[in-house]
């Protein structure tokens, strides 16, 4: 049976990229309501830690704070009319409470204490998704890249055939940059704060209320609810969704490396790689799209504006803005799931990548052997001088295309290289430079 879904649902009808990744749940608003819900909880839990409050209240509080009490579609409707969901949100959790602890809930804090610290929680929890499946592509990236150590194939450069490289190099890069990912992702994710500032940032009412020192409530707080204790309150200080946007935005560039890389080498008229299992065509039976590449080569052509909306927001004005505050948070969100989808994409992809070293030995010839000029230039030098190295080589090359020859048999035919060792000079898969020792070098990290 089709279930139903309400007119307004996100089904991801038009964002197969996320597919079923963790982020999705881990940012949906249930999860939203959810870490709504812990952050009010937390923050009664952290006064009664100090002393603040009753212990009966926080038990209260967080008993009370069960997603499953709340209504999402009225809270919804209602947060339209004070500009956020954690007005009405804050007014159900105490009729929840009950009238003796009540006054407990969400005392002192504002709005935007509650919000921001649930978006940082949303986030750490989305980034859990995410950092495993870079850890799944990394792992079979390193797979291919000592597997395919030696696997020769032609370097391009400006789209045209450079010198030749390995395919296991190629490989090391590509997981290189899913490490970088990986780093400045786990980074930020550890380093996400809780806030806690009140309605100008001042702290004032938890102060009224006995609060001793703001350190050691902010501390509290963010012990509570398992976030990092700012030095500050942040409030208007967006550090850290500056650095989350910026690392996230890197992540799917990064991820959309291997993309293009990929998409380039699968073209029919190259074939050097395929996906393991490629998408069909709703009108050419024969195809077998590299559909994987192609959603994290869309997620990384999506990621830089969203966070450039982001980036924007740091503009925020007085001690709350108005509107820069709240440009942030559905951005923010496909963002998270953006870079989710794409995690999930690039480890299906590097998993099932396949790879074809004949089609690699069959391009190194494309060029009738001129893919060795460059070393043939260093090799015919200290013989015939460098100057006459580079004529005969521009001419040889001319006459390759020209004749339609083997850069090779043009060779044979100079009498002033007698006694070169031209299968030596001529072999491509002798002109790698250190990219084995460089692989090994990438493999190394760990």
């Avoid at 929840?96 to 919000?115: K, L």
């Avoid at 490396?257 to 996906?275: F, H, M, Q, Y």
């Avoid at 790879?355 to 391009?363: C, E, F, I, K, T």
């Avoid at 390759?400 to 299968?423: C, M, N, V």
């Amino acid at each position: 049976m089709t279930p139903e879904f309400p007119s307004c649902a996100d089904t991801g009808l038009l964002a197969p990229g996320r597919g079923t990744a963790g982020a999705v749940s881990e940012t949906g608003d249930p999860a939203y309501l959810r870490a709504l819900l812990d952050a009010e909880a937390a923050l009664t839990r952290a006064q009664a830690a100090l002393g603040l409050v009753p212990p009966e209240a926080a038990a209260a509080v967080t008993e009370a704070a069960d997603p499953a009490r709340f209504d999402l579609r009225s809270l919804a409707a209602r947060a339209a009319g004070g500009g956020n969901p954690v007005i009405p949100l804050a007014a159900d959790l105490t009729a929840a409470v009950g009238a003796e602890y009540g006054p407990y809930v969400h005392r002192g804090a504002t709005s935007q204490d509650i919000m921001d610290t649930a978006t940082m929680l949303v986030a750490v929890r989305a980034l859990g998704p995410v950092l495993a499946d870079l850890g799944r592509a990394e792992r079979a990236l390193a797979r291919l890249a000592a597997g395919h150590r030696d696997t020769v194939l032609p370097g391009r450069t400006l789209t045209q055939h450079a010198v030749p490289t390995t395919f296991g190099l190629k490989a090391a890069g590509w997981r290189a940059l899913v490490l970088d990912a990986r780093d400045r992702l786990t980074r930020v994710r550890d380093s996400l704060p809780a806030q806690l500032g009140g309605a100008a940032g001042t702290l004032a009412a938890f102060q009224a209320y006995g609060a001793p020192d703001p350190a050691v409530l902010t501390e509290a707080y963010a012990r509570e609810v398992g976030l990092a204790a700012p030095a500050l309150p942040w409030h208007t200080l967006r550090t850290p969704i500056a650095d989350l946007a910026g690392c996230l935005a890197f992540t799917a560039g990064a991820l959309g490396k291997l993309a293009v890389d990929v998409l380039t080498l699968s073209r029919t008229e190259i074939g050097e790689v395929s996906e393991g299992s490629g998408g069909g065509s709703s009108a050419m039976p024969h195809k077998a799209n590299p559909v994987r590449a192609t959603l994290l080569a869309s997620a990384a052509r999506r990621a830089p504006q969203l966070a450039a909306t982001l980036y924007g927001c740091l503009a925020a004005e007085d001690e709350r803005p108005a509107g820069a505050w709240h440009a942030e948070w559905e951005p923010l969100r496909d963002l998270l799931r953006l870079v989710g989808g794409a995690a999930g994409q690039a480890a299906e992809l590097a998993e099932g990548l396949l790879v074809h070293p004949d089609a690699m030995r069959r391009a190194l010839g494309r060029t009738r052997g001129l893919i060795v000029s460059e070393r043939l230039t260093a090799v015919l030098a200290p013989v015939l001088g460098r100057a006459r190295a580079k004529e005969l080589l521009t001419e040889l090359a001319r006459r390759a295309h020209s004749e339609d020859r083997p850069l090779r048999e043009l060779l044979e035919e100079q009498q002033e290289l007698a006694g070169i060792d031209l299968d030596e000079a001529t072999d491509p898969a002798r002109y790698t430079g250190f990219a084995g020792i460089l692989t090994d070098r990438a493999l190394e990290r760990r």
